[in-house]
Every structure is written in C-alpha cells, then in structure tokens.
C-alpha cells in the first residue's frame, strides 16, 4: 500500500485528519505532522497521535486506564511507551502559525515530508472573522477590519506556495461565502489566491519561504458538485450538507479540493448516503443520565422536585391542555434512579448506526459522558421544551413558551403580533428523529441550543454526546477542562465526513501516480517513494 503524508494546519483536536488516517484502500494516509496553536486541543492531538502508533487490535491497556480516569496518569502512559510517545510528539506541534518565526516553520514542514513526491495539505483557517454570528459580534469594534483572523488563510497559502502539494483540502464556515474585509469579497479573494499561491504572496512573504521549484497553480473543485472545477461553479456549490452524506448532523460547511494543475486529474463527488442518520441512531444507547442542579441540595431527589416545582408555570403556555397533559404524564414518571456520569460511565448499547465506526468495546462505557449543572429556571425550560418536541417534531419558538418561562433578556420581546423575533431559538431542543442542528463551540458557554430529547433527562448534551454528533470515535479523549471539551469538539470537522473525503483525494493521487507513469520511464522507481 501508498502511504502519502499529510499536513494539517489549524488542526483543532484532529477530526480532519483522523478522518483521512481512518482511509483504507491502496492509498493509505499517515498524519506527519498537525499544528494547533490552543494547548487543550494540542495536547489532544497528542495523544490522538499516541494512540495511532499502535495497530487498534494492540493500543495498551495503560491508553484505556488513563481515558477512564483509573490508576495512571498522562506521563506516566507516555513514560511506559517512549518511542511510541516521542514519535507523537513530532506529529503534533504546539504552534501559532503566523507568529511562529517562518524559517522554523518551514523546517519542521521539510522535516515531516521527507522528500515525498506526492502529498496532501489539509486544514482551515480560525473561522470567527468569517462567521455570520462572530461578523455581528465584531462589527462596530475597534479593530476589526484588521482583524488577523481575516488573512490567517495566507498562512496556510504559504506553505502550499512553497511547498505545492499535489492536492489540498481547506475547510470554513459557511459564512465565509458572504463575508467581505475592507470591501472585498474574501470568498472570491481566497479562490483567486488558491489558484495561484506564488503569484498571491507578496515579495516579503516569498523572501521568508523557499523558492519553489516551479509555480504551478491549482483547479479548485468541489466535492459535492461533479466533474466541475472553480470557473464553472457558483459559491454554495462548494458547501457540504453533512446531513447527505450519512452524518446525524446538518452541518454545513465549506469545503474546497484543490489539484495541483499540472495534473489532469478529475475528482469523483461525495456519494449521497441511503438514509438519513438520526439523533436516535447515534445517541439513543448512551447511558441515561440527569442533569446537576447549580444550587442547592444537588442529589436526585432535590433534583426531580426542583423540576416539578415549575409545573405550574409549565401549563399556561400557548398550547393548552393537550400539551400540559403530556407534561403531567412525563413528570409522573421521573425517577430519581440516574445519575450525574461522569469520566467514564459504565454501561450503554450500541448505536443503531455507524456502530462500527464509533465504537471501541475495550472502553466498556462512554468516556466523558458527564452532565452539566442547571438552574431551576432552564431545567422548567428545558422540559417543557423536550416534551413539545416530543408532540410536534419541533423545538419551540420562545413565544411558544409560557411567558412565565420566557428568559429574563432584553432581546426577549414580543412584537405586535405576540412573537419573539430575535431570541426566538434561545432555547432549542434537538429532535430524536431528525439529524441534529450543527454542533458548534457555543456549548462551552451553555447548552441552551442542545437541550436532550428526553424529558425525563431534562439537561442539554454531554461531550460525548456532543462528540457522537460530530461522529468522533469513542475512544477519542479529549483534552482540557470541561468548555476546552465542548469548544473543540464543535470546532472539529466530523472524522466520518472527512473519511469521505479522503476516499475522493485517495482517486485523485492514484490518477496523479498513473500520469506520473506515462511521463517518464523512471517513474516506476520514483513514484516508490511517495
């Protein structure tokens, strides 16, 4: 089998890359290095990095110990294996591109490709000046139209420039399609730059990288949209709707597939699943759990009363009796049997869907499954909330909460018509029976916008439920307090897509390597060494 380097630039805890790792076939994909400037998603990636020594039928015991919070700390792992430690050390480097001094860059980049002929660049650059919702926070501010995050892709186009990978993969929100910096449509700046990544650097940059040996563009394909490349596309072309491509996520995002021009090689799209995959399928077998209470008396008992305390305010909603029925039936059957979880949590029955990808029987539970603690006030919101979803298929609009549950903000009000423009999806429950709505980082601030299905759970989702969303693998451990946790893992491009992906750029370095065979008759001896 080939085995074609990777570099990912900007590389969060991983998903990208483990997605491509994850790749079988005659192509397979090593991960030579990841940079990541955030010390809680470096030190993840680490040890991501440390697991993938080893063949998954021998990751140590010891791995399994440290992930469950048992008798062994992270030094102490990594003392017991040094190579396989160090060799994860060099993978995964602790760095701010942009600051980081050019010339150690560049060595570190020489180092990892080791003269590969033929390579892949992964990667997206910090997305916040991009976003329409970090835009709306920003605007105004002090500034912000020279914001670095906006021009931060120029430095994943210096290593493309300098180093030309025979193909590349950049990954960004969606509303990047619609942002604009200084007046200029960044989207259409970014594309015309791809093309040509020398001829888009500016003489001081050319000066910090070396020369490189010719400066072939790119065609920028998508991978949703067949057999057309940039000049034929329109801007959402290039964005994949997860929800398509067999994931219980409507993620959007775009994603861009770049080829080296000098290669006439065609791209296949992404192949549309069967089925949809559900809320449900991916986290419905997980270990029951209750929420915390954040004030108070925090045992199970205070915990179902504190619930039922807002039964009155429950019932005086839009709805009416139907649903305050409903209500009375789910509070009747609270029990106070569930607990918190924690670390690692015992117990829990397959998925329905993608069982084989997600899970690792040697966990014997789900790793970080543990609940956040919640007000009163939000648990009464979030039940309320779970047992309308339950009736219409929906989460509920604020205005459809009784107005006694309505929260205590300035942008909760009313319009003449009685409804909640602005705050409307304040709260919102995810639906057992559809995909979720995207998992972003917001959840390390709170979990209002990820509130369970189930009432009689009644809290908003775990890490690891978070993490089967964004179909991380089980035995994925992510580093990090409890918000570094949330922050990366709704950051992170879905290791299930990206091994999707890798199955389209796996075709065109094997189209790459047959062309590669027809100019010149060494290539059989060079093309050994990719």
Same mark, same amino acid.
């Given at each position: ?16 890359? /483990? +997605? ?24 993840? *990636? ?11 039928? /021998? ?5 399994? #110990? ?13 003392? =017991?294996?040094? =190579?396989?430690?160090?060799?994860? @050390?060099?993978?995964?480097? %602790?760095?701010?591109? +942009? ?11 020489? @180092? ?15 997305? $916040? ?19 670095? #995050? ?6 994943? *186009? ?40 020398? +001829? ?64 006439? =090689?065609? !791209? ?6 069967? @089925? ?7 986290? +419905? ?32 909603? !839009? ?8 209500? /009375? ?9 569930l607990d918190g979880g924690g670390r690692f949590v015992p117990g829990g029955k397959r998925p329905r869907v993608l069982a084989g990808w997600l899970v ?7 790793? $970080?499954?543990?609940?956040?603690? %919640? ?33 205590? %903000? ?19 429950? $995810?639906?057992?029976?559809?995909? =979720? ?23 908003? *989702? ?22 570094? $946790? ?23 370095? /094997? ?20």
């Amino acid at each position: 089998m080939t085995s074609v380097p990777l570099i990912d630039l900007f590389a969060g805890p991983g998903g990208l890359s /483990e +997605g491509f790792f994850a790749h079988t076939g005659a192509t397979r994909f090593r991960i030579a290095l990841s940079v990541e400037k955030d010390a809680a998603a470096h030190r993840t *990636l680490e040890l991501r990095s440390f697991f993938r020594q080893f063949h998954p039928s /021998e990751v140590p015991e010891p791995y399994y #110990r440290y992930v469950r919070g048992e008798d062994i700390s992270r030094e102490e792992l990594f003392d =017991a294996f040094p =190579a396989q430690a160090s060799a994860a @050390r060099e993978v995964a480097w %602790h760095a701010t591109l +942009g600051e980081i001094p050019m010339p150690e860059v560049v060595a570190r980049v020489e @180092r990892a490709l080791d003269d590969s002929r033929h390579w892949v660049l992964l990667g997206g650059p910090p997305c $916040q000046a991009y976003s329409i919702a970090g835009r709306a926070r920003m605007k105004g501010m002090e500034g912000f139209e020279t914001d670095h #995050r906006h021009t931060l892709y120029r430095e994943y *186009l210096k290593i493309l420039a300098a180093f030309r990978p025979t193909v590349f993969v950049m990954e960004n929100v969606k509303g990047i399609l619609s942002s604009r910096h200084q007046d200029e449509a960044i989207f259409g700046r970014i594309l015309e730059d791809m093309r040509d990544p020398w +001829g888009a650097l500016s003489d001081a940059d050319r000066k910090q990288i070396p020369q490189p040996i010719s400066v072939d563009g790119y065609r920028i394909f998508s991978f949703s949209t067949p057999a057309n490349w940039d000049l034929q596309l329109r801007p959402y072309d290039y964005v994949i709707e997860s929800e398509r491509y067999g994931l219980p996520q409507k993620r959007h995002r775009v994603i861009l597939l770049g080829i080296r021009d000098d290669y006439n =090689a065609v !791209p296949p799209a992404l192949e549309a699943a069967g @089925r949809a995959v559900t809320v449900r399928d991916v986290i +419905g077998g997980l270990p029951r759990l209750r929420s915390r209470l954040s004030q108070g008396e925090r045992d199970s008992q205070s915990w179902t009363r504190a619930i039922a305390q807002g039964r009155r305010n429950m019932k005086t909603g !839009p709805e009416g009796r139907q649903l305050a029925a409903e209500i /009375e039936r789910e509070l009747g059957r609270m029990t106070t049997d569930l607990d918190g979880g924690g670390r690692f949590v015992p117990g829990g029955k397959r998925p329905r869907v993608l069982a084989g990808w997600l899970v690792d029987p040697r966990i014997g539970g789900a790793l $970080q499954h543990e609940t956040r603690a %919640h007000m009163p006030a939000d648990l009464h919101r979030y039940f309320y909330a779970a047992c309308f979803a339950a009736r219409h298929g929906r989460s509920p609009k604020v205005h459809e909460f009784p107005r006694a549950l309505w929260p205590n %903000h300035a942008n909760a009000v009313p319009d003449e018509h009685g409804r909640v423009n602005d705050f409307a999806d304040r709260f919102r429950v $995810q639906i057992w029976d559809d995909a =979720a709505t995207t998992v972003t980082a917001h959840l390390s601030k709170d979990g209002h916008y990820f509130i369970h299905p189930d009432p009689l759970q009644c809290r908003s *989702l775990t890490v690891r439920e978070a993490a089967r969303l964004q179909t991380f693998p089980d035995n994925y451990f992510f580093e990090g307090n409890r918000g570094d $946790q949330y922050r990366q893992v709704g950051n992170a491009v879905p290791p299930f897509l990206a091994s999707q992906l890798a199955d389209v750029v796996a075709d065109v370095l /094997e189209q790459c390597r047959d062309q590669d065979v027809v100019r010149s008759p060494t290539a059989n001896v060079v093309c050994a060494a990719v």
